[in-house]
């Protein structure tokens, strides 16, 4: 199983990096919204980003600019990235986790890393969650700050509905304004993959 390697950094540092969210932050991610059925009732209940408005994602880059630093030409150079990646169909069978944190993994990760890394190429000033992991994990976040107990109920009932497969077709920028997660852009894929 990979663990993201934790580089030292101050708790507060981390914490804000891993979960918090700040006024002006932006985001990129692969909205699920096949997911939602699986796994929105354990994210309202255990990831607070749900709360403020983030459907169920992949994460490409976070943080990604200040949305008074987005500007067109930024817009037009995602959707280029975008629109030169081919949509993914990708499965969701086990779980995986980092400290206090439960995930699903998307299968395969290679091509969801690969879009992070041609965005985190083109700025790189904002480096995927600040530069805080040496590895990029692709995971749908289930729940977070949770214990061993609440986990093994969470894969417990969430583990019924697996797999489940779906189709990544967009990209998303959303931004955190007034305590909300709110859509600024989205992204299309190239081409949807044939079903198999």
Known sequence: MSVPCWKPLELTSLLHVVVGSEE??????????????????????FDGSAADGMPAHITVLFPFLSLERVGTDDL???NRVCADADAVR??????????NVLYLRP?????????????AERWPGAPPYEG??????????????IDD?????????IGRALPFQ???????????????????ETFAFRRPQPAP
């Open 132 to 145: 805080a992991f040496d590895e990029v994990i692709p995971h749908l976040t289930v729940a977070s700050g």
């Open 90 to 99: 990708v499965r969701f069978a086990t779980f995986g986790s980092f400290p």
């Open 24 to 45: 002006g932050q932006t985001a990129l991610v692969l909205p699920v919204p096949d997911a939602e059925p699986v796994v929105g009732p354990w994210r309202e209940q």
């Open 107 to 119: 299968e395969p990760a290679t091509p969801l890393i690969r879009l992070t890394s041609k965005v």
């Open 166 to 184: 779906t189709v990544l077709r967009e990209a998303r920028l959303l931004a955190f304004a007034t305590g909300r997660w709110t859509p600024v």
């Open 149 to 157: 107990t609440v986990a093994d109920t969470v894969r417990s009932e």
């Open 76 to 78: 037009e150079a995602l």
